[in-house]
């Protein structure tokens, strides 16, 4: 009989092996495509704008260190080191981490594979811990835990998701079948206060607009609870 904590393993370590190559392919084409295309973003305004809301999730940052959590082409690391915050990005793909180390040495660059305990537990605890567009490909529950335990008493968890209930995220779900599962308000708030010393969480759903002219999204305000299907939301879990 197979051991179950080996076919848990064996399965983590599929998904991983899956989008380390895919992502691999998709930094690759960075230069042709844009980072908002290569990073699986529908356009550079939707990447923007959710940057902006991720700036508002952090709070101040000037002498905080910060973890960001799967940072892909390191940009949001960047912008949270010129906010004043000492920066770690870590991500799957070493050819990316490498080419960061030698551009932007100001920020701490490592490969991690966020599925691995062994990789995200050697990683020191910090102020603010961020994961944005990266737990869809974590099992969602799991790799927030994992994350959770490296965020230092007194700091946050900041994450942005594709909303499981979004008619749009489910066609992407029903196209990249077990390797790509996003979250729910529901899912976020029924085991989200419970993790070991969470004081609060707060979310906030981003919607795409009919009129996108000025803005893509529509955003809701912070609270306890979303309204309606919106196709991203934005959470932050504090930490006593």
Request: negative net charge; contains cysteine; glycine residues 10%.
């Amino acid at each position: 009989m197979n051991n179950p904590e080996n076919v848990e393993n064996g399965v983590r370590t599929a998904l991983s092996e899956a989008w380390r190559k895919h992502y691999a392919a998709a930094h690759g084409r960075m230069a042709v495509e844009g980072c908002a295309r290569s990073m699986d973003y529908s356009n550079e305004r939707c990447e923007l704008q959710i940057y902006a809301h991720l700036l508002e999730a952090v709070g101040p940052l000037s002498g905080k260190k910060l973890l960001d959590a799967g940072c892909g082409w390191g940009i949001t690391s960047l912008i949270f080191r010129a906010c004043g915050a000492a920066v770690t990005g870590v991500d799957i793909v070493p050819e990316t981490i490498a080419s960061l180390r030698s551009r932007h040495p100001d920020v701490s660059w490592d490969v991690a594979d966020l599925n691995d305990s062994d990789d995200v537990t050697r990683l020191p605890l910090f102020d603010t811990v961020v994961a944005a567009e990266v737990l869809e490909y974590l099992e969602f529950r799991a790799g927030t835990e994992r994350l959770w335990t490296r965020v230092a008493p007194g700091g946050r968890l900041v994450g942005c998701i594709p909303n499981a209930e979004c008619p749009i995220v489910k066609r992407v779900v029903e196209r990249d079948g077990p390797t790509y599962v996003p979250g729910s308000v529901a899912d976020l708030t029924l085991w989200g206060r419970r993790l070991p010393g969470a004081i609060d969480l707060k979310v906030k759903g981003l919607g795409f607009q009919q009129d996108q002219s000025f803005l893509p999204f529509a955003q809701g305000d912070w609270g306890a609870e979303v309204p309606g299907t919106p196709n991203r939301i934005l959470f932050v879990i504090l930490r006593g």
